[in-house]
């Protein structure tokens, strides 16, 4: 799976995602700018020591990103998604974009792409979930559906 982040501001939740990325063999596409450094010593300490087991993308508009995967599919993760999370089929080469913390994705992405707004549903009066919780959210229901390709799937203690 591709998770992407755009225009991410809090290094702790982009620390946390990179390592929920690693640990699932996900590829991280980080779409600024940023906001905070990459060396920053937060996100370093939240991503612990899996940073050179990330497979981590650099780019500078979600434009160019879905430019250069023009047969791949993209899902916008949004309070005002359309679709609950559970009712989208994942492929394993999909697009999972987030927006930042305080502002979430431009409007003109989501009116661009309606049909593939996804939303986690959540208590109407209340905004919304933190970033890194949200992104684990729906990363994992569609490896689930992809019955987790490449994982673990029996513990030490499995039977």
Not at 4 to 24: D, Y
Not at 28 to 41: A, I, M, N, R
Request: with cysteine; hydrophobic share 40%; proline share 4%.
């Amino acid at each position: 799976m591709n998770i992407v982040l755009f225009e991410p501001e809090i290094p702790q939740n982009t620390g946390n995602i990179a390592r929920t990325c690693a640990v699932t063999k996900s590829s991280l596409f980080l779409v600024g700018p940023l906001g905070f450094s990459t060396d920053d010593k937060y996100l370093k300490r939240a991503g612990l020591d899996y940073w050179d087991k990330l497979d981590i993308h650099y780019y500078d508009s979600l434009e160019d990103l879905i430019g250069d995967f023009p047969d791949k599919n993209f899902y916008f993760a949004t309070t005002k998604g359309g679709h609950n999370y559970t009712d989208i089929t994942y492929q394993i080469d999909d697009f999972l974009v987030f927006g930042k913390e305080t502002a979430g994705l431009p409007e003109a992405v989501l009116k661009n792409n309606l049909d593939r707004c996804i939303r986690i549903p959540m208590a109407k009066e209340l905004r919304s979930l933190n970033l890194s919780n949200s992104v684990a959210i729906i990363l994992f229901e569609a490896l689930r559906q992809l019955n987790f390709p490449g994982l673990e799937k029996e513990g030490k203690f499995s039977q």
